[in-house]
């Protein structure tokens, strides 16, 4: 096998990882596929796949993890459609989180040693969110970030450290724009 092929083989040789990636891909195709209109089952099904979850709830449809169950959600969390979430660390939501269309959160790397990436090699960093954050649409948060509470990522940004409470940030990497009383 050539050395390109060497990161996909130890992805598939981690059986145990690989088959619970497998598992909650399928639920997230079952949760996908069900219809909008059946709020009751697709809550019911998010249950499954998260590791925590509150009262009050909703995630657009498509929704993608891979484990689902480093994934907790506070009360009153709302996510617009296509959010994805590569969860082989924690990603904690605080309660009344907002995240807007077409977000990505990464806690998953890869080293820069191209020898260590062809072995198979990844990092992970957990993501941690406040309570109060409002995370606008096309937003990828990076491994390792916390954005602290009652803080809004502007639309587009790519968060790469961390992000202060009471803070509008934006940009590509994201900075803080300005302060909120």
């Known amino acids: 096998m050539n050395n390109s092929n060497n990161f996909l083989k130890s992805v598939i040789d981690n059986k145990k990882m690989f088959y619970e990636r497998i598992k909650c891909k399928a639920l997230c ?14 809550l019911e099904l998010l249950k499954n796949i998260l590791a925590k979850t509150k009262t009050i709830f909703l995630v657009e449809q498509p929704f993608m993890c ?12 709302y996510s617009n459609h296509n959010l994805i979430i590569l969860d082989a660390d924690k990603v904690i939501f605080g309660d009344n ?13 890869h080293p820069f040693d191209v020898a260590l990436r062809e072995k198979g090699v ?15 649409g096309n937003v990828t948060i990076l491994p390792g970030v916390t954005i602290g509470d ?17 803070v509008v940030a934006v ?9 909120l009383n």
């Open 29 to 42: 195709h079952k949760y996908n596929s069900i219809s909008p209109e059946m709020i009751g089952t697709r």
């Open 66 to 77: 891979d484990y689902g169950y480093n994934i907790e959600i506070g009360e009153n969390f």
């Open 122 to 136: 990844i990092y992970t960093k957990p993501v941690v969110i406040g309570n109060n954050v409002w995370i606008c």
């Open 97 to 109: 989180v907002l995240v807007g269309p077409n977000c990505a959160i990464y806690t998953s790397t």
């Open 171 to 179: 940009g590509t990497p994201c900075k803080v724009l300005k302060y």
């Open 150 to 166: 009652n803080s809004i990522i502007g639309a587009g940004s790519v968060v790469d450290k961390n992000v202060p409470a009471n």
